[in-house]
């Protein structure tokens, strides 16, 4: 039923959503670059890709990159950690402590703050479907076609009650912003740290766009991102935003041992698939540890097992919004270093991202922006 939202002709409407929040992210940005007092980026991108996110899933627009709506972003980032803090503590899953240590009410108190949020969009997006329905004989015909959000497809679907729509909205605005954002964060990090690289895809941006900072990225503009694209994939490679997945077992499973018995995982087990690692072997990854965009030269991702290479999952519960993602990212990325040169002041693997719900860099992403045009 979902799979119809991520069609290539929807995505391309959601194209002009991160085609303009990318734009007003680098806005933003320019009043922070040219001087030598570093920022920290991910919660700017953070906020670009709560924009994003609440556009094309829901409709509506926020505008958090521009101040708008702080409760409902601050919900959004104290639920995620405590979600994590939670998970670690198994202290905390007793109830009475989760309680009385105040989290839990708190956990509670923001939960009930996304809900509320997202059901009144819920509402007020019905409320407009049938005052359209009513009015439809008055309709202006040469008005633009509102652009169909992932909600109105739901709300399009008889069997799903208003609670069952509200769940996979809250799915889709926690999985499609928090991922998109440590994505596009460390991208930015890892290309902070080898100006040889960031020099690369700097030129080809200019071949496309020349010295003209104003022109949208059309979708011609982004197949020709080819090294950026080799950029996003590695960075994807190295800090998976999703480090982990984890499945019930529904049969056994055979490991093969090199030199002792097979081992045998029985059905009914659950297990937790460690995908950073998987990507980071040596037989599929000439340099497994470092930052090596070649290892997306067409010529070599031919010739690889394709499960050595799985950001977003593999198999019927895959990443349902992994082209969303990767134009999304390409997108906001290209407006970047379009307008600013970065550096980036820590390198991995000294700074060791973290998983928390999602992997996320230790102690923020701390650059340096300079601007690439003259003010
Ligand atoms: C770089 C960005 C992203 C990464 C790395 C990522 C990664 C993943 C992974 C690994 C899974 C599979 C989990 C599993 O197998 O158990 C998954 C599932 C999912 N993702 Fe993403 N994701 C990203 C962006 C997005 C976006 C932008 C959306 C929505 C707009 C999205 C929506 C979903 C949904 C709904 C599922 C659950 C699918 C199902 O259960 O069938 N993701 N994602």
Sequence with gaps: MLTQTFHFAVLKDYQKVFTAQGKTLVEVLQFRADNMNPIDILPYIKRCTLDIICETAMGCSISCQTGGNDGYVNSVKRLSELVWLYEKTPLYWISPIWYLSGKGFEFDKHVRSTTEFTRRVIENQRTEISRKSSSATTENPDQPKKRQAFLDFLINC?????????????????????????????????LGQHPEYQR???????????????????????????????CIKETLRITPPVPFI???????????????????????????LNIVSIMKDSRFFE???EFYPEHFDPERVTSREAFAYVPFSAGPRNCIGQKFALLEEKTVLSWIFRYFSVTSLTRFPDEFPIPELILKPVNGTKVILRNRRKL
Aim: net charge negative; no cysteine; proline share 5%.
């Design 287 to 289: 340099r497994p540890w």
């Design 200 to 230: 690369r895809v700097q030129d080809e941006l200019d071949d496309i766009f020349g010295d003209d900072f104003e022109r949208h990225p059309d979708s011609e503009d982004l197949q020709r991102m080819k090294f950026l694209e080799q």
């Design 158 to 190: 008889q069997e799903l009650s208003d609670e069952d729509i509200r769940e996979e909205v809250d799915t889709f605005m926690f999985e499609g912003h928090d991922t998109t954002s440590s994505g596009i964060t460390f991208a930015i990090w890892f």
């Design 246 to 272: 984890s499945r019930k077992l529904s049969e056994d499973v055979k490991i093969p041992h090199p030199t002792k018995a097979d081992v045998i995982l029985p059905a009914g087990m659950s297990i937790i």
